[in-house]
């Protein structure tokens, strides 16, 4: 049996600078990990996802601008995308898991299961602890539908060597919207089913709905309040039915894909066996990324009952992590201004409150809400569906929230990141000089 200080279950972003900390520091650590050192951003998620959504943006933008000098609309070889989409992922695994054991690391390709809250199995070895880190990340949650054996995930998006002509997406999250994006601007007929009226909760509602329209301006059929009921397989083709009371959806689809949400990752670990405590959100930890229930243990990243679910925020907790096994409580992670983007075309962002949670908190709100496309930087390049809605803090003159939808909405969600992290006043904010024509400089303009 090996002895280890510190024992990291999962070698994704979270877990990675977590045992990077620790390694460099000078305690012996190991990791484990059952499906590919980097886990999933690097391998499937969104470095792949980012190479589609690129290529798919290009095909809008190319589209906005028929008739305005534009000609020829070009067409996405799915083949030739994919290869190039590969080329970013072959071997990165293996690099990965090289890096950390150039730093000293031990590393294990295995499933990991708690034998008691010092031992953990490790495929055939056993290994012998005193700190552990939770990184394990999150997967799809079951639907419970008939059928459901033949509902795809992500990952098999992400693979694709050659695009269906027909998918469906379940669920009204930005994984659905994301890959409908991309498939649409690829020449796929595309439906998204959502159990409710609203979708992306956690954007601003003003602004998901116009994406809603964008989409459905780009050919893909959104049902909104149409909750699944099943999917069968008749022939080579799968049928899919959705909706409530008397208003039935039925789509005919070659491939359905599952974008309805995740749950922790945490099935194989015997996680009662330290006394973990664990809620549907994700293993319970406090300030210190400690899990609730045993001291000595760490959660961190997409695993964690944390606010986000975001790569950076996984480093940012990772890191936290190891600073508290390197010395007991001595930091602690700071989310505000954590930016989220939708990478569909066009994108959307949000930083900061939502309107709703910033009336909650009874702030003195003003509201900067601006239709974007006849602005100088959204109308060169034919943007039909650009906007704001920025929340200030009238009596602290700072920003508490940022949502913005549009070509660049990606890159300025990181100017109001910085503003409301940093707490800048408007008035400072108001007195940068930016550079002109670029979007940024309309950042002055969103400030009211």
Same mark, same amino acid.
């Given at each position: ?18 045992? $990077? ?23 499937? /998620? ?47 695994? #293996? ?120 989409? /459905? ?28 009371? *008397?208003?039935? @959806? ?44 045993? $001291?000595?243990?760490?959660? @961190? /990243?997409?695993?964690?009952? +944390?606010?986000?679910?975001? +790569? ?5 907790? /990772? ?12 930091? +602690? ?10 990478? $569909? +075309? ?8 939502? *309107? ?37 803090? *009238? ?32 008035? #400072? ?20």
């Amino acid at each position: 049996m090996k002895k280890y200080d510190v024992i990291v279950i999962g070698a994704g972003p979270a877990g990675g600078s977590c045992a $990077s900390a620790c390694a460099k520091s000078g305690l012996k650590v190991a990791m484990v990990e059952d499906y590919g050192f980097g886990g999933t951003c690097p391998l499937r /998620g969104c470095n792949p996802k980012k190479v589609l959504t690129e290529a798919a943006g290009i095909v809008a933008q190319a589209r906005a601008l028929m008739g305005k000098g534009i000609e020829h609309v070009p067409k996405i070889n799915w083949k030739e995308l994919a290869r190039f989409r590969d080329s970013f992922v072959l071997g990165k695994k #293996d690099k990965i898991q090289k890096a950390y054991q150039d730093l000293g690391i031990d590393t294990y390709n295995a499933q990991a299961s708690f034998v008691d809250e010092y031992r953990v199995n490790a495929g055939s070895h056993q290994l012998e602890g005193v700190f552990f880190v939770l990184a394990t990340g999150i997967k799809p949650v079951r639907l419970n539908v008939p059928g459901e054996e033949h509902i795809s995930v992500s990952d098999d998006f992400l693979s694709l060597d050659s695009l269906p002509k027909r998918i469906c997406f379940i669920g009204g999250g930005f994984i659905s919207f994301e890959f409908a994006s991309v498939a649409a601007m690829a020449g796929a007929k595309v439906n998204i089913v959502h159990r409710s009226e609203r979708v992306l909760k956690q954007f601003d509602q003003d602004l998901s709905a116009r994406l809603v329209h964008a989409l /459905g301006d780009a050919g893909v059929d959104i049902h909104l309040s149409s909750p699944l009921k099943s999917v069968n397989q008749e022939g080579s083709e799968l049928m899919v039915r959705a909706g409530k009371n *008397q208003k039935e @959806v039925v789509i005919n689809a070659d491939m359905v894909v599952h974008g309805a949400g995740r749950r922790p990752d945490i099935d194989s670990l015997n996680l009662d066996k330290p006394g973990i405590s664990v809620s549907p959100q994700g293993v319970r930890v406090n300030k210190y990324m400690q899990c609730i229930g045993n $001291s000595r243990f760490f959660a @961190v /990243g997409d695993v964690a009952d +944390t606010p986000f679910a975001l +790569t950076p925020t996984g480093a940012t907790e /990772g890191k936290t992590a190891a600073a508290n096994i390197i010395k007991f409580q001595s930091r +602690t992670c700071e989310y505000s201004g954590t930016p989220k983007v939708v990478f $569909s +075309t066009p994108p959307l962002c949000a930083v900061g409150l939502l *309107q709703e949670e910033a009336e909650e908190n009874n702030i003195n709100l003003r509201i900067i809400h601006e239709d974007m496309a006849e602005w100088f930087s959204w109308a060169i390049v034919g943007q039909k569906f650009a906007g704001c809605k920025i929340l200030v803090d *009238q009596d602290k003159d700072v920003i508490v929230g940022a949502h913005i939808l549009g070509s660049g909405a990606d890159e300025l969600a990181n100017l109001f990141a910085m503003a409301v992290r940093l707490r800048l006043s408007v008035s #400072d904010l108001k007195k940068v000089l930016l550079a002109y024509p670029t979007k940024g400089y309309y950042f002055n303009n969103m400030l009211g």
